[in-house]
């Protein structure tokens, strides 16, 4: 099984930039997609941009040309490279894994089956 903790949340201001982390544990040999979501309260848990094992990666409109997702697979993390960070970045961030490809396309949520237990953003205007 594989365990997924987040960090690198915080309070910054808009404009502003923070760099995620998602260490993962267990068994993460060639897990085939990793991802990012977020969840404003009130909201539903929005896809942001996933990585697949071969590098291949996707991103929300809302966040493309902004946002950066990368691994290291030596150190079995993910990143998120936040940028311009905007009010409506607001949210808990979540890592996630899923048994699917997403070499194709972004996918949705109910296909990540391992999550983090989130890292709160606050990007204050």
């Known amino acids: 099984q594989v365990q997924l903790v987040e960090s690198g949340g915080g309070s910054v201001q808009a404009g502003g930039s923070l760099r995620l982390s998602c260490a993962a544990s267990?068994?993460?040999?060639?897990?085939?997609?990793m991802g990012w979501f977020r969840q404003a309260p009130g909201e539903e848990r929005e896809g942001l941009a996933v990585i697949a094992s071969d590098g291949t990666t996707h991103y929300a409109d809302s966040v493309k040309g902004r946002f950066t997702i990368s691994q290291d697979n030596a150190r079995n993390t993910l990143y998120l490279q936040m940028n311009s960070l905007k009010h409506e970045d607001t949210a808990m961030y979540y890592c996630?894994?899923?048994?699917?490809?997403?070499?194709?396309?972004?996918?949705?949520?109910?296909?990540?089956?391992?999550w983090g237990q989130g890292t709160q953003v606050t990007v204050s205007s």
């Open positions: 996630a894994a899923a048994g699917y490809s997403c070499k194709w396309r972004l996918l949705p949520s109910a296909d990540f089956d391992v």
């Open positions: 267990g068994n993460t040999f060639r897990i085939p997609c």
